[in-house]
């Protein structure tokens, strides 16, 4: 064969990978550019400052998350404790901010407070390294239980040691102080919004750019098949460190934008509530997609934010949705929807969405009767006479229209459910 076939066939070779990479590049970055576009368009529509709050917890929840899901969705480590970094970063933060304030040296006098983030996740770094060591050299239950056992510890240290952690009071500081970065005097909600959305953005970015590193690679293989990693000659226990501290640093990171958000820390954020918390978003989310733990952090902190507004008993609604989730959706919400757009894709689009539309009826007339039966219950049990009145219905626990209406949505979803069962067997 002459150089000139050779070269034609390695040029139409070329030619044919070329769409393939320009798809993997429009997958890989046209959702950002799509995310800091969404960012950059908000404070254009005039939020009011209860959704400029809502956004900027959203966006801390959004680091968060991922943070978390980078050992449990790609390193296999269930932990009961990844507050622990995040309290860190941002007790760091703050103590940061007052060093500002105070002005004792050059460096601090000259750092701005839009960049105290990165106090954060040096510091949530640094403690993943240490806390990280002992840890990491055991991996499943052991590890849990060796997680749950130092948010344990570091928690109650947060009331021991007052002079670090403020005791119950916690530690506050004042964000207005410092150098000024991009013109931002970081008071007003608006400036703050737009600290949060740059650091939501650096670190959406950052962690999904760890993913595509050979590290964040070997991690998901350690999670799969730790011996055969071994096998090839990579520690399976020096990965999992290594990722624990990339997880402990983006933590610390999270709680740096919460620490200037919220001007105050207590050790109530080093405690089980927020780890618990944040493993609902990344499960709920779902933990086998990026996405995931972006869509949980945002339905989870809707609901804590404004779902807690109207029902006593939102605590009680999370619960459900999560033993749902465990049970019915282990993609989460992110696997319900790109599952569904798969379906799309491959056609049979038709027949899919009669069912999906079928169990969505089923499931919302079930929930109703679910939501009254909760709300009834609530308000009865609390003793002050209260009644659930919903589009001005009088539902009292003694009320005949209350299980009517209680048993009739129960047998309506019930019934819905089957026929969309049917169906699908049908078609199976």
């Known amino acids: ?8 066939n390695s040029v139409q070779s070329y030619e044919h990978l070329a769409p393939s990479r320009a798809v993997k590049i429009r997958q890989r970055f046209v959702p950002f550019v799509v995310m800091a576009v969404v960012l950059l ?16 917890a959203m966006g801390i929840n959004i680091v968060f998350a991922l943070s978390y899901n980078m050992l449990l969705g790609r390193g296999g480590l269930l932990s009961f404790g990844h507050a622990v970094y995040f309290g860190l970063g941002g007790y760091a933060a703050l103590h ?3 060093a500002i304030d105070a002005g004792n040296s050059a460096f601090w006098s000259n750092y701005p407070v839009f960049m105290l983030p990165v106090v954060g996740f040096a510091v949530g770094a640094l403690a993943g390294a240490v806390i990280g060591w002992p840890s990491c050299k055991r991996s499943g239950v052991p590890f849990a239980m060796i997680s749950l056992g130092v948010a344990e510890l570091v928690a109650a240290a947060g009331y021991m040691f007052g002079s670090i952690f403020g005791g119950e009071m916690g530690v506050t500081g004042d964000r207005m102080v410092g150098p000024q970065a991009f013109g931002l005097s970081m008071g007003p909600v608006e400036d703050v919004y737009w600290f949060i959305a740059f650091w939501t953005f650096v670190g959406t ?26 096998f090839v000659g990579y520690d399976p226990n020096r990965v999992r460190y290594l990722v624990f ?36 978003m990344a499960y709920i989310g779902g933990i086998r997609y990026f996405t995931g733990p972006i869509m949980g952090a945002i339905l ?15 605590l009680l609604y999370l619960g459900l949705l999560f033993i749902a989730i465990v049970m019915y959706a282990p993609g989460g919400v992110a696997g319900m929807v790109f599952g569904l757009l798969e379906i799309f894709r491959h056609g049979g689009a038709r027949e899919t969405l009669i069912r999906r539309v079928q169990q969505a009826v089923g499931v919302a007339l079930a929930f109703t009767g679910l939501v009254i ?3 009834v219950a609530v308000r009865w049990s609390n003793g002050y006479g209260e009644v659930f009145e919903p589009f001005g219905l009088h539902l009292g626990i003694d009320t005949p229209l209350s299980w009517i209406l209680i048993l009739g949505f129960f047998g309506a979803g019930f019934v819905t459910l089957r026929l969309a069962r049917n169906n699908e067997e049908g078609h199976a």
């Open 41 to 56: 368009l908000i404070p254009f529509f005039d939020p009011s400052r209860t959704m400029y709050s809502l956004t900027a």
């Open 245 to 280: 501290i990339f997880a402990g640093a983006f933590a610390g990171l999270a709680g740096g934008m919460s620490a200037v958000n919220y001007e105050i820390f207590t050790p109530e954020s080093l405690s089980l509530v927020p780890s618990g918390l944040v493993l609902l």
């Open 300 to 314: 989870l902190t809707y609901m804590q934010s404004m779902l807690s507004d109207y029902s006593e008993a939102w």
């Open 96 to 98: 940061a901010m007052n």
């Open 373 to 375: 039966l909760i709300e």
């Open 205 to 230: 970015l950052g962690i999904y750019a760890f993913t595509r590193t050979p590290l964040g690679k070997m991690s998901e293989a350690t999670r799969d098949n730790p011996e055969r990693v071994q």
């Open 1 to 8: 064969m002459s150089d000139n076939s050779m070269q034609s």
